[in-house]
């Protein structure tokens, strides 16, 4: 049972929380609870002490720890795919930690979130993403609730809440589907654009079978079946440029028919190119890439490689090169000492390919002019450019603390088909 305590001017209520130990009646903040009776000093004393019984009691002082100081550990906690990781890290470095990183748990309020969501909306960013990045703070404060560092989540939102009107004007726009012509016309234009035959049959593959593109990325010949292809593993392309074995999105492993004509071409590729087995892991891949795009005898670092020695995603590299008022100080100097040390420049207005990391103007080694006549360009192949490695697990950066990476299963780095 709680008591009242008289002090100088007030009442402070006390209350029982183990054998021994004692609290005081405080506000979310900590602070005191000053009272004018003895009476109003006990009824909040036993209040306290009756959400003790009951194993709701949440320490009050918990909540004062800020977000960023609980986003980055609780990044570090998480055991998901390496997609799933490198997508959580991109969303709290680029929208949630500037926005929140220096506020209290305790101190974030839905009026915060909902001006914050209503900011990003109106840069303008899509519908999908702000939903997304509003699902990951909901998650992550959903968690501090289950800590008993707050009593509720600022983030949650109530069912039917704002303009029903404007519902239908968030559909996605309708898929354009090309014909037998238009694959193979694109398909043309791919194989030009790169040089590669090998492209011309990847993208055929896919508009005729409907596998997804690191589906084809990671096809093993040992998967290439009489009658269709075998899908029982995918590449998925990293921030930092390695290709990460896995499953197949949702576990969808399965067979999938094609037409004779398909696999012959298939089967006729793979009997032309005879490709060797991954120093990895000793798997035979379809489709390898076996050299550079036409013209495009680069040898400079890209902005993949910024973002690698720098230790931060792409679009946090990015952000610092476009944006750099929305990423933290500490990771500027971080890029822009990356940048020093592989000797490039970079333009803002080019830093903006995620998938590709193209982000060099006019960097040493860079040459879009042919080799000169007589030259012969030795064929090179994927793992001349691209040595296979384990991938590294994203690690979260909050503010001037830098997590150290786990591993990750060991993944193949290879270029895209």
Not at 1 to 26: C, I, P, Q
Not at 305 to 316: L, Y
Not at 341 to 347: K, Y
Not at 390 to 403: K, L, M, N, V, Y
Request: charged fraction near 25%; hydrophobic fraction near 35%.
């Amino acid at each position: 049972m709680g008591y009242a305590e008289k002090r100088a001017d007030y009442w402070r209520g006390r209350y029982k929380l183990a054998s021994g130990k004692y609290a005081t009646v405080s506000d979310e903040a900590g602070a005191t609870l000053r009272f004018r009776s003895r009476r109003d000093a006990e009824q909040a004393a036993n209040d306290k002490e009756a959400t003790v019984r009951a194993g709701s009691w949440r320490n009050p002082a918990a909540g004062r720890i800020t977000f960023g100081q609980y986003a980055s550990p609780w990044y570090e906690r998480q055991n998901l795919a390496a997609s799933t990781m490198q997508n959580y890290r991109r969303r709290l470095e680029e929208h949630l930690l500037p926005a929140f990183e220096s506020h209290e748990l305790a101190a974030i309020t839905a009026n915060d979130v909902a001006a914050w969501e209503k900011r990003e909306r109106a840069v303008p960013y899509a519908d999908n993403s702000v939903r997304s990045w509003r699902a990951l703070l909901h998650l992550i404060l959903a968690d501090a609730v289950e800590e008993g560092l707050i009593p509720a989540n600022p983030a949650a939102k109530r069912r039917g809440r704002g303009k029903r009107v404007g519902r239908s004007q968030h559909r996605g726009a309708e898929k354009v589907i090309t014909n037998a012509l238009g694959i193979l016309l694109i398909a043309e234009r791919a194989a030009l654009l790169s040089g590669r035959d090998d492209e011309f049959l990847a993208v055929v593959l896919m508009g005729f079978t409907g596998l997804r593109w690191g589906e084809v990325v990671g096809l093993e010949t040992q998967y290439i079946r009489p009658t269709g292809i075998r899908v029982e593993w995918q590449l998925y392309e990293l921030d930092n440029g390695h290709l990460h074995r896995c499953p197949p999105k949702d576990e969808s492993r399965r067979l999938v028919l094609a037409p004779p004509w398909l696999l012959g071409l298939v089967q006729d590729h793979i009997g032309r190119t005879r490709p060797a087995p991954c120093p990895c892991h000793s798997l035979r891949y379809a489709f390898t890439g076996h050299r550079l795009p036409n013209l495009a005898h680069r040898t400079a670092p890209t902005l993949a490689d910024v973002a690698r020695h720098a230790g931060v995603s792409i679009g946090t590299a990015s952000g610092v090169l476009n944006h750099a008022d929305s990423v933290a100080p500490s990771t500027q100097d971080n890029v822009r000492a990356a940048i020093a040390r592989l000797g490039t420049s970079v333009v803002p207005s080019q830093a903006t390919s995620r998938r590709t990391g193209d982000a060099t103007a006019s960097p040493a080694g860079y040459s879009s002019r042919p080799p000169p006549a007589g030259t012969r360009r030795r064929r090179r192949t994927r793992h001349d450019r691209y040595p296979c490695q384990p991938t590294q697990r994203p690690a979260c950066r909050s503010g001037d603390a830098t997590r150290p990476a786990g591993q990750t299963p060991a993944g193949c780095r290879s270029p895209r088909v």
